[in-house]
């Protein structure tokens, strides 16, 4: 049987269906515009690149060179080798990511017998640094266990089995780069009533003012700081995270091309946390963070299991 289209024979109706069709689309565009988001219709694919090859365990170099400095484009970079570790979304607590957002991430190790640095690579189409309501940074982080590595589980650790977390944001990056943006530059079109700190008529409001409406920094939290770029963390079980008010390791990361090259760099010997000795075999686990995809807490790509590691 032939369909034939016809027009519709009431015009004032069909007028009204298209007025709907443009409200709608103008509708989707504004809730478009005030999510923020970062990622804009004819978005460029990630560039290929040829990777690394896969590794069982990862062997860490000694070089020369001062690594307490992070440095992504460090000459000695170039005589370590790189290896690829899968990984996959977190699906142990909820909220969790739909699908792996990174499914592999590249990894190169070194160290000059005082401090070891982790160089990491993986993909990420946008740059994204939070700011806004709704948007959320990238991120990566690395964890050791404290104790045996053996016995002590991948998944945040455990009672009496902790681990110690190095957690890498790029927006703590950006505040400590570019000093944390104001309230004004996010909302540069808010109205201001009663933040001391944002009024208008007198910039700033006084320290006492401001510490009223800072409940967390007047009762020493150190989420409520401003950042170095890197957060040292001990947990002992999913949901015990508790950063550390001391930072023994630094980060520093590069975005090109649809890719973040970071180097978090911190001491073999970190008093109160992980030890690591030349000579000696532990593990080590990785965690990524799309933030223009959404990610952000438990929503990450992980490794499901330690990675060997050897200290050379």
């Avoid at 020369?64 to 484009?73: A, H, M, V, Y």
């Avoid at 390791?249 to 030890?275: C, F, M, Q």
Wanted: glycine content about 8%; some cysteine.
């Amino acid at each position: 049987m032939n369909h034939v289209l016809h027009s519709p024979r009431n015009p004032s109706r069909s007028g009204a269906l298209r007025r709907a069709a443009l409200w709608t689309c103008a509708s989707g565009a504004l809730l478009a515009a005030c999510k923020g988001d970062s990622k804009p219709a004819g978005t460029p694919p990630t560039p290929a690149r040829t990777p690394a090859p896969p590794i069982s365990a990862l062997e860490v170099r000694a070089v020369s060179g001062d690594l307490s400095k992070p440095d992504p484009e460090a000459p000695y970079w170039a005589e370590v080798p790189a290896g690829q570790v899968a990984l996959t979304a977190q699906a142990m607590v909820t909220p969790r990511s739909a699908k792996t957002m990174t499914e592999a991430i590249e990894v190169a190790a070194a160290h000059d017998g005082k401090y070891i640095a982790f160089r990491l690579s993986w993909p990420d189409r946008d740059k994204s640094e939070a700011g806004r309501l709704g948007q959320y940074s990238d991120a990566a982080a690395i964890q050791f266990a404290v104790k045996d590595v053996a016995t002590t589980p991948v998944m945040m650790g455990a009672p009496d089995q902790p681990v110690h977390i190095f957690h890498w944001r790029a927006q703590y990056q950006r505040d400590a780069e570019q000093g944390k943006p104001t309230m004004a530059q996010l909302y540069p079109h808010m109205s201001i009533d009663m933040y001391p700190m944002e009024f208008k008529e007198a910039k700033g409001g006084t320290p006492e003012q401001q510490e009223q409406f800072s409940p967390g920094r007047a009762e020493g939290n150190p989420q409520s700081y401003e950042k170095t770029g890197v957060d040292e963390i001990i947990a002992e079980g999913i949901s015990t995270s508790a950063v550390q008010a001391g930072h023994s390791g630094a980060a520093k990361g590069t975005w090109k091309d649809g890719w973040w090259t970071l180097v978090i760099t911190r001491p073999l010997a970190v008093e109160g946390g992980s030890v690591l000795k030349a000579g000696a075999e532990t593990g080590v686990a990785f965690a990524v963070w799309q933030g223009g995809e959404e990610e952000v807490g438990s929503r990450k790509s992980i490794m499901m299991s330690w990675l060997p590691t050897k200290v050379l």
